[in-house]
C-alpha cells in the first residue's frame, strides 16, 4: 500500500512541476556582477541559476552575418549607427557595458552547446525588408540545425513574417508570436506553438490562458519584473514568465 501511495505521491508532484510556471531570463541573467544584456556571460549565468530559458535578440549585418543586439541601432565611435546597415567585423569590435565584445550568433551558439540546463529563445527582430527577414531565418535555422540544437532552440518575433516563415521552412519548430494583436486561435491556424504577449495583453484577455491551453498552446508573459504582476500571472497559470528578475519570480513561486 505504502508503494502505491509513494508511486501516485511521484506522479502527482511530477505533473505539478510540469504545470508550474517556468522562468525565461529576458536578455540573459544580466542583473548580476560581471554580465550584460545579451552577453555570453548573461547566458552562462543564466545556466547557472538553471532556470528554464535565456532569451536573446538577432540582427543580421549588412554583410549577412547574425549577430547578438537587442536595439536597433548602437553606438560607435561616438555616432549611432544601424546594426542592419553595418558589416559584422566592426559590430563585434564594439565592446557591452561588462567589457565583452558584441557576439555573432555562432559564438552565442558555440557557448549555448556547452550548458547544461537551459533552453535558448531567439528573437529575431524586425527588419526594413522581406528579403532581410528571410534571409535572417534561414541563415539562424541553418546554423541551429548544423550545430545540433534543434531539439534546445525555440523561437520568437514581434514580425508575423518571421513566425510564418519559421513554421513554413521548421514546422517542427517551437514558435511564438510577440505582438499581442492575435488571438489564440488565430495562432492555432498559423502553426504557432502558442502566444507570447506582454502582460498587459494577458490582463486585459486572461481567457486567453485558458482558450489556449484548452487549444493545446503554450502562454508566455514578457517582460514581468514588478511582484504583484508576477504574482498575477502565477494566477493565471501562464507557463512562462519572461523577466529581468529571475530569481525574483523564482522565490514567488
Known amino acids: 500500500m505504502r508503494k502505491i501511495v509513494s508511486l501516485f505521491s511521484l506522479l502527482f508532484l511530477a505533473q505539478f512541476i510540469m504545470?508550474?510556471?517556468?522562468?525565461?531570463a529576458h536578455r540573459g541573467y544580466w542583473k548580476t556582477d560581471g554580465s550584460a544584456q545579451n552577453s555570453i556571460t548573461a547566458l552562462e549565468k543564466a545556466d547557472s541559476i538553471a532556470v528554464f530559458g535565456s532569451e536573446v535578440d538577432v540582427w543580421i549585418s549588412r554583410d549577412g552575418i547574425p549577430?547578438?543586439?537587442?536595439?536597433e541601432s548602437i553606438f560607435y565611435n561616438g555616432s549611432k549607427i544601424l546594426v542592419q546597415d553595418t558589416d559584422a567585423k566592426i559590430l563585434k569590435s564594439i565592446k557591452l557595458s561588462n567589457g565583452e565584445n558584441m557576439p555573432t550568433l555562432k559564438e552565442y551558439l558555440r557557448t549555448f552547446k556547452k550548458?547544461?540546463?537551459i533552453k535558448l529563445i531567439i528573437e529575431l527582430k524586425k527588419h526594413r525588408t522581406k528579403e532581410q527577414e528571410d534571409l535572417l531565418t534561414k541563415k539562424v535555422l541553418k546554423m541551429v540545425r548544423k550545430m545540433k540544437l534543434e531539439d534546445r532552440v525555440e523561437y520568437i518575433s514581434f514580425g508575423l513574417n518571421f513566425t510564418t516563415k519559421l513554421i513554413h521552412l521548421n514546422p517542427k519548430a517551437k514558435v511564438y508570436y510577440l505582438?499581442?494583436?492575435?488571438?489564440?486561435?488565430?495562432?492555432k491556424e498559423i502553426g504557432a506553438s502558442g502566444i507570447d504577449y506582454h502582460y498587459s495583453v494577458i490582463q486585459a484577455h486572461p481567457e486567453w490562458v485558458k482558450l489556449s491551453h484548452d487549444l493545446g498552446l503554450k502562454v508566455n508573459a514578457w517582460t514581468v519584473n514588478k511582484p504583484e504582476i508576477i504574482q498575477q500571472m502565477i494566477d493565471l497559470k501562464v507557463d512562462f514568465i519572461t523577466t529581468d528578475e529571475p530569481l525574483l519570480v523564482r522565490k514567488m513561486l
Do not use: R
Request: net charge neutral; no cysteine.
Open 19 to 24: 504545470a508550474q510556471t517556468q522562468i525565461i
Open 67 to 71: 549577430v547578438v543586439n537587442h536595439d
Open 115 to 117: 550548458t547544461k540546463n
Open 179 to 187: 505582438n499581442g494583436d492575435l488571438s489564440p486561435k488565430v495562432m
